[in-house]
């Protein structure tokens, strides 16, 4: 059963770069034509898609965030990463990874980290 | 404000059934595909529902998700004590040009 798991710094900086790492287990990053987002969740607000990469290295942003997301695959580590630099406050939320598909389709989600921006 | 809207709180007693509303527009629920998502806090996200009304292996036939015009629904019968929790809709939106969530329901089982 495929699984994913984030990891990362928990305490970032204002005006630094958020990095965050998503393990996926139980099956490869590599097979079955989906793509790999990132999403989040600021306290008390609703859930923000950030964006996907597919194993290819083709990606796509919420335009949004676009100026300021990085997403990258590691097929030989079977996992991917987010970068969010310039970060503020208003970046404070907890994190999660998902198997994407169709506009919409997360399945399945890690658990997330929460991420919290402060100097 | 989110995209779509949804009611901040529902509640039903054991047993019963529930229906939790999304309200959207045409660029989004009225031309896309609707998914469902449960979330309990501190756990994965869980995909509940997807293409309006399709269940994923898995989920209980007690979920059930339809759509008309530019409103979608979910619906759970038979409620359960752990059925308690956040529930969200979310649909690609054609003008944004990303996905959007709605701001979620709380379930509440009296």
């Known amino acids: 059963q495929l699984q994913l798991q984030e990891s990362g710094s928990g305490l970032v900086k204002p005006s630094q770069t958020l990095s965050l790492t998503c393990a996926v287990s139980?099956?490869?990053?590599?097979?079955?034509?989906?793509?790999w987002s990132w999403l989040r969740q600021p306290p008390g607000k609703g859930l923000e898609w950030i964006g996907y990469?597919?194993?290819?290295?083709?990606?796509y942003f919420n335009p949004s965030l676009k100026s300021r997301v990085t997403i990258s695959v590691d097929r030989s580590k079977n996992q991917f990463s987010l970068k969010l630099s310039s970060v503020t406050a208003a970046d404070t939320a907890v994190y999660f990874c998902?198997?994407?598909?169709?506009?919409?389709?997360?399945?399945?989600w890690g658990q997330g980290t929460l991420v919290t921006v402060s100097s | 404000q989110s995209v779509l809207t949804q009611s901040p709180s529902a509640s039903e007693t054991p047993g019963q059934r529930v229906t939790i509303s999304c309200s959207g527009s045409?660029?989004?629920?009225?031309?896309?595909?609707v998914y469902w998502y449960r979330h309990l806090p501190g756990t994965a996200p869980k995909l509940l529902i997807y293409?309006?009304?399709q269940r994923p292996s898995g989920v209980p036939d007690r979920f059930s998700g339809s759509k008309s015009g530019t409103s979608a629904s979910l619906a759970i019968s038979g409620l359960r004590s752990d059925d308690e929790a956040h529930y969200y809709c979310?649909?690609?939106?054609?003008?944004?040009?990303?996905?959007?969530f709605g701001g979620g329901t709380k379930l509440t089982v009296l």
């Open positions: 998902a198997r994407s598909g169709d506009g919409g389709w997360f399945d399945p």
């Open positions: 139980g099956g490869s990053i590599n097979s079955g034509g989906y793509s």
């Open positions: 990469s597919y194993s290819s290295g083709s990606t």
């Open positions: 045409s660029s989004n629920i009225g031309s896309r595909f």
């Open positions: 293409r309006d009304n």
């Open positions: 979310a649909v690609w939106d054609d003008s944004l040009r990303t996905v959007v």
